[in-house]
């Protein structure tokens, strides 16, 4: 059978007339030359017309797709390297979206899979068990810290973040405290794009096509020491890390004490370009939530599973929340699966009488991904991936460093193999670009340029522009100097073009 026998399917003459946005070829191969583990031309052709005559792309100007230019098309992964439908060969600075920490390619994940799809399939959560969820949820209260020893399935970081807002709505209720119901998180700071987890998320320009959102989120000053001084604060950092955690307070106190359930926080947040917590920071908040009943929600949706070089990053940072919220990494990315992560104390209320928490998910806690997770924890403590991470991180961060040196560098920040570097157009003055500017260099430059060099990576513009890295918790020194070596050439062009 074809690919165009349906009448409503388009002729393919016009879809790889020219490349796509980043379509142009890195490493200097000759356009047209077909490398090897290319897919070949007429494939190339068929998939460009099928994707832009149907496929909606997450996040994505669909504009790109409707001007006829394409989109790359990834085909294959090996290792800490991705290859486009061309046969060209990128290195993974994202781990695919913070995912894929064990790396591309590996067939163990995918015989535990297969394994699992023969053996059963598929069965719900709901007033069932199966054994791979069962030793999962066992695994995983083990690694937690703390009393956080009951584990609730999900699909995906989103739903996770959503459940954790419900259970804190629920759990107060149960409790005789109905009032409680707000959340509290921090500026630029992404928790999910459902309609609950949106109202937590910071992001102004991801929310207001989407209003009016879920009531109760309300926001605090993020922990950007960079950027101190533009939210009033001038100090040392360990004094910005209790400014900044007594603006938790000061909106506990603003809301109502009795209006709060929650405080939604990343370890390392990620939208705005990595901004670790400053010394202490995560002990006041801790004693702030404790004083005013209010849950410690760690949401490590990306910072989990060995990301900073803990299984959790709260055990990394040195505190216990109320909650976690954990997906991407617990997989690798072979399978998709979220879980939220509670303690006893807020599991209790549930355990008498009719009391049910009426939520789930047709595909939470699924046997395949499940059973893909437990491999995948196998294969980290066996090739002692935290351990790797732990050693290797200040080596990355040192060679990141190295580009500070460039005038368009402003900050390298980050923990673990989780770093952002913010782009300035005066390192003097730490002044920013215009959105016009950003625009410009982040999308018109900097985006394609980067792919082009061979390396995949976020040019970011939640906030100030900023280049994100996370790759695959299995690279090393060499790979930290070709990464660098990418973005010195990269960025060096891109400040000539200011």
Same mark, same amino acid.
């Given at each position: 059978?074809? +690919?165009?026998?349906? @009448?409503?399917?388009?002729? !393919? ?53 409707? @001007?006829?230019?394409?989109?790359? *098309? ?7 390297? =991705? ?19 064990? &790396? ?39 690694? !937690? ?21 419900k259970l804190a709505k629920q759990y107060f209720k149960l409790t005789g405290k109905p009032m409680k119901h707000k959340v509290i998180s921090r500026a630029i700071a992404y928790h999910g794009t459902p309609q609950g987890a949106l109202a937590i998320t910071g992001i102004p320009g991801m929310k207001e096509m989407f209003e009016p959102l879920t009531p109760g989120g309300f926001r605090v000053p993020n922990t950007n020491y960079y950027r101190a001084e533009e939210?009033?604060?001038? &100090? ?15 909106? *506990?106190?603003?809301? &109502? ?24 920071? /995560? ?79 047709? /595909? ?7 059973? =893909? ?8 403590? $066996? $090739? ?38 913010? +782009? ?16 410009? +260099?982040?999308?018109?430059? +900097? ?19 900023? *280049? ?9 020194? !060499? ?20």
């Amino acid at each position: 059978m074809t +690919l165009f026998t349906r @009448s409503k399917k388009k002729k !393919a003459e016009t879809a790889h007339d020219t490349h796509s946005a980043h379509g142009a070829t890195p490493g200097g191969e000759l356009p047209g030359v077909e490398l090897p583990g290319s897919i070949g031309g007429a494939r190339e052709a068929e998939l460009q017309t099928m994707a832009r005559d149907h496929l909606w792309m997450h996040f994505a100007r669909q504009s790109g797709m409707e @001007s006829g230019a394409g989109v790359p *098309i990834i085909v294959r992964g090996e290792g800490h390297h =991705v290859y486009d439908s061309h046969g060209r060969k990128y290195i993974d600075g994202l781990s695919g979206l913070f995912v894929v920490q064990v &790396g591309h390619g590996r067939e163990r994940l995918a015989e535990a899979a297969r394994k699992q799809a023969e053996e059963l399939a598929f069965f719900p959560l709901w007033s069932y068990a199966h054994p791979t969820a069962i030793e999962l949820a066992d695994r995983l209260a083990d690694y !937690a810290p703390g009393d956080l020893n009951r584990v609730f399935f999900t699909t995906g970081g989103g739903e996770a973040v959503e459940s954790a807002w419900k259970l804190a709505k629920q759990y107060f209720k149960l409790t005789g405290k109905p009032m409680k119901h707000k959340v509290i998180s921090r500026a630029i700071a992404y928790h999910g794009t459902p309609q609950g987890a949106l109202a937590i998320t910071g992001i102004p320009g991801m929310k207001e096509m989407f209003e009016p959102l879920t009531p109760g989120g309300f926001r605090v000053p993020n922990t950007n020491y960079y950027r101190a001084e533009e939210m009033g604060f001038h &100090g040392s950092l360990e004094e910005f890390g209790q400014w900044a955690a007594n603006r938790i307070e000061e909106a *506990i106190l603003f809301e &109502g004490p009795d209006t709060v359930a929650a405080v939604f926080l990343e370890p390392v947040q990620n939208s705005g370009g990595c901004f670790p917590p400053p010394p202490g920071y /995560f002990t006041r908040v801790r004693e702030i939530c404790d004083k005013y009943d209010v849950l410690l929600v760690s949401d490590e949706v990306i910072c989990a599973y060995g990301r900073i070089g803990e299984m959790f990053a709260c055990t990394a940072l040195g505190y216990v929340p109320d909650i976690i919220t954990s997906a991407k990494g617990l997989t690798s990315g072979y399978s998709p699966l979220g879980a939220m992560i509670v303690s006893d104390r807020l599991y209790e209320p549930f355990t008498h009488g009719q009391t049910a928490f009426y939520h789930g998910y047709t /595909f939470a806690g699924h046997p395949v991904s499940a059973a =893909v997770a437990l491999e995948n924890l196998n294969i980290m403590e $066996e $090739e002692g991936i935290l351990e790797h991470v732990r050693e290797n991180s200040p080596k990355f961060r040192a060679a990141l460093e190295r580009l500070k040196d460039l005038p368009i560098v402003g900050d390298v920040r980050g923990e673990g193999y989780f770093f952002g570097i913010e +782009l300035v157009k005066n390192k003097e003055t730490k002044e920013t670009f215009s959105d016009d500017e950003a625009e410009r +260099l982040l999308r018109g430059f +900097l985006s394609k340029a980067l792919f082009d060099a061979g390396l995949y990576c976020r040019a970011d513009d939640r906030g100030d522009p900023v *280049i994100q890295l996370a790759p695959p918790l299995t690279i090393g020194p !060499a790979e930290f100097d070709e990464i660098e070596g990418i973005l010195r050439k990269v960025l060096t062009e891109a400040w000539t073009r200011l």
